[in-house]
Nanobody, 123 residues
Framework: VQLQASGGGLVQAGDSLRLSCAAS????????MGWFRQAPGKEREFVAA????????IYADSVKGRFTMSRDSAKNTVYLQMNGLGPEDTAIYYC?????????????????WGQGTEVTVSS
């Protein structure tokens, strides 16, 4: 599967962005999906994940209540709605497909990764 992330950009603190991740070559309707991010000089970290049905999502504590992950299986696409952005959210955001169906934060279960989309939040 190929994953194409988009929707990043330069925004001001307090603004919102919606990231999209479109899958191609095969369906990901049976896969849990996740978003991760990597800030400059830091290791990649888990942000959010959603199960194959789109009925359960989990979030990192740092984004809980501000970010919402969703999926549209008909479009083979997942989304990350990010509200109340702050400079600490500045990072390259990656989407990934898990080899399992539930939502998971276990990085080792994600085998397919998108190229990343950059989010920069100015204060």
């Amino acid at each position: 599967v190929q994953l194409q992330a988009s929707g990043g950009g330069l925004v001001q603190a307090g603004d919102s962005l919606r990231l999209s991740c479109a899958a191609s070559r095969r369906t990901v309707s049976n896969n849990g999906m996740g978003w991760f991010r990597q800030a400059p000089g830091k290791e990649r970290e888990f942000v959010a994940a959603i199960d194959w049905r789109g009925s359960q999502s989990i979030y990192a504590d740092s984004v809980k209540g501000r970010f919402t992950m969703s999926r549209d299986s008909a479009k083979n696409t997942v989304y990350l709605q990010m509200n109340g952005l702050g400079p600490e959210d500045t990072a390259i955001y990656y989407c990934a497909a898990s080899i399992t169906s539930p939502a998971t934060r276990r990085t080792e279960l994600y085998r397919s990764w998108g190229q990343g989309t950059e989010v920069t939040v100015s204060s």
